[in-house]
């Protein structure tokens, strides 16, 4: 799909093959005539579990947004998907049970915007840009692992990659020129380091510690005993566990659960159904007695949300820009990561157009940009309803702001218009900011002053009950005194 700048570069390599890197090679595809992506990582032909990748066992919700990102970027992906049996999730509130801070929003009924999600495993999406990518004629995946970058001082731009040395090749690593090398090597990213070797600062390190532990188990269970095909009940302020249960293309079932602030989660199917028992509905413990768990469960520990700000840098290198995870990843539960990535993908697109020298320094403005507003939501909630600490110290409007937000959400419990806005925003659709504008605040407002004068009159009328009786029974009053 080459654009009318096609291939005016002649050569870029993607440091890994995951989500972030697939998305980057499928860009770079249009402006360079040859790219190369190097994963380390040996690649399955079937969409299955990958080593490097232990995020892929556990729950992976793609946002509505990412989804519509992804087709732009691959065209037809998403009704391959569905043909493949991925689950689609249009106007229909009965597939999703979404509790979000300890409030179980009113989305029983039809919404009335669009909306549509789907339900790939993570390991299916992955498995489908793969495929895509690996078709795409320019590009090539390559099992090799990256040593480093080589950067050349004269010209403080890389100028290639250096391979680590493979069985076959004497014990040499290998250099391979490059124009650009993008980094998708993910949170374990080494870029800092390097920038520091070749006398560049390192980013500064925004982080949020959330001490986030999953526990995840498959399962399967007979068609129809569960019909929503999406259920969140998100850790809150009073309960530091939570979880997540998705239904897959191939039937299978994930049950995620998590602790929040290092509260460690259930070890066992058993346990993670006693905890299913305690935050879902009865009928889901109902049905999930019928469940048959498949292989063993998954534990993956996710100590802190990090942001890497290499939007702050004065210098930078020519040659290299940091891509996905390797630049921000998010709290997992709020499921943000791979649609956060796909939004990158856009903005390099854009960046592409720049010069050389200013590639790095426009992608990662843009970068910033989209990154903001999420990475400050997810930062009130984490601050307000998961214990979460900062480095640093915490901005004084987060915990009022939080507080204003759980009201929201409250209101959000019984009145479907507003539980409508927080899905679309939960999902990053329209905006990326989880301000709700005035129209919004107003009805929620007016929506808790009535449930609270509701609460009043009732109260009111429960006094005036209790008195007549008494009134009608001194007896039976006075008894009822003495205990
Ligand atoms: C527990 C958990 C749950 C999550 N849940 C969700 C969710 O529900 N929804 C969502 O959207 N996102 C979720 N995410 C985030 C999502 O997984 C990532 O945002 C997404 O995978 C993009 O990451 P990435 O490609 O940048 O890095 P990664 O997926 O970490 O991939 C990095 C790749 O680089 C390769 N690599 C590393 N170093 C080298 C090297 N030197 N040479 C060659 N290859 C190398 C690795 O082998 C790997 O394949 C979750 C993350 C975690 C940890």
């Known amino acids: 799909m080459p654009d009318t700048k096609a291939n005016t570069r002649e050569h870029a390599a993607v ?111 992955e498995w489908q840009l793969r495929k895509r990518v690996r078709d795409t004629d320019n ?15 004269a010209r403080r731009r890389v100028t290639g990659v250096l391979l680590d040395a493979t069985g076959t090749d004497g014990g040499e690593p290998e250099f391979v020129a490059t124009d650009l090398v993008v980094d998708a090597a993910g949170r374990g990213t080494r870029l800092p380091v390097w920038l520091e070797q070749w006398g560049y600062e390192r980013p500064r390190e925004d982080a949020l510690d959330i001490g986030i532990h999953y526990a995840t188990q ?70 999930l007695t019928r469940a048959e768990p498949l292989g063993e469960p998954a534990f993956h520990a996710f100590p802190a949300s990090r942001w890497r700000r290499y939007d702050k840098l004065d210098r930078f290198p020519a040659g290299i820009i940091p891509f996905g995870d390797a630049v921000a990843s998010f709290n997992p539960t709020f499921g943000q990561g791979m649609t956060m990535t796909s939004l990158q993908a856009g903005h390099l697109r854009r960046a592409l157009s720049s010069r050389d020298e200013q590639l790095a320094a426009e992608l990662s403005r843009a970068t910033a940009k989209t990154t903001f507003p999420v990475w400050i939501m997810n930062a009130i909630g984490d601050v307000t309803f998961h214990h979460a600490g900062a480095k640093g110290p915490i901005p004084w409007w987060w915990r009022p702001s939080g507080a204003l937000f759980d009201q929201f959400l409250g209101a959000a419990e019984t009145d479907p218009v507003l539980a409508e806005w927080f899905l679309r925003r939960f999902s990053l659709l329209d905006s990326l900011y989880m301000i709700p504008p005035p129209r919004i605040i107003g009805r929620a407002m007016a929506h808790n002053l009535r449930l609270w004068l509701g609460e009043r009159r009732q109260a009111a009328r429960d006094r005036h009950t209790v008195a007549i009786a008494s009134a009608a029974e001194p007896g039976d009053a006075g008894r009822h005194h003495r205990v």
Request: proline residues 7%; glycine residues 8%.
């Open 15 to 125: 440091i890994g093959g995951s989500v972030a890197g697939l998305c980057a090679a499928r860009v770079l595809a249009d402006s360079y005539a040859r790219v190369t992506v190097y994963e380390r990582d040996d690649l399955p032909a079937t969409p299955s579990n990958r080593a490097t990748v232990p995020q892929d066992r556990h729950l992976h919700m793609l946002m509505a947004r990412g989804a519509m990102e992804f087709e732009s970027l691959f065209p037809g992906l998403l009704d391959d998907m569905v043909a493949a049996g991925v689950p689609m999730l249009e106007n229909r509130p009965d597939c999703i049970h979404l509790g979000a801070a300890g409030h179980v929003l009113g989305t029983g009924h039809t919404l009335r915007d669009e909306f549509t999600a789907y339900v790939p495993s993570r390991p299916h999406l």
């Open 218 to 287: 498959q399962f399967r269970i007979a068609d129809g005993l569960i019909t929503e095909k999406v259920v969140v009940a998100g850790a809150s302020h009073d309960k530091s566990l939570g979880l997540g249960m998705l239904c897959y293309e191939d039937g299978t079932w994930v049950l995620t659960t998590f602790g929040v602030a290092n509260v460690k989660p259930p070890r066992t199917f058993a346990e993670m159904l006693a905890l299913a028992d305690e935050l879902l509905p009865a009928h889901f413990s109902t049905a």
């Open 139 to 153: 590009v090539a995946i390559v099992r090799r692992s990256v040593a480093e970058p080589r950067y050349d001082p």
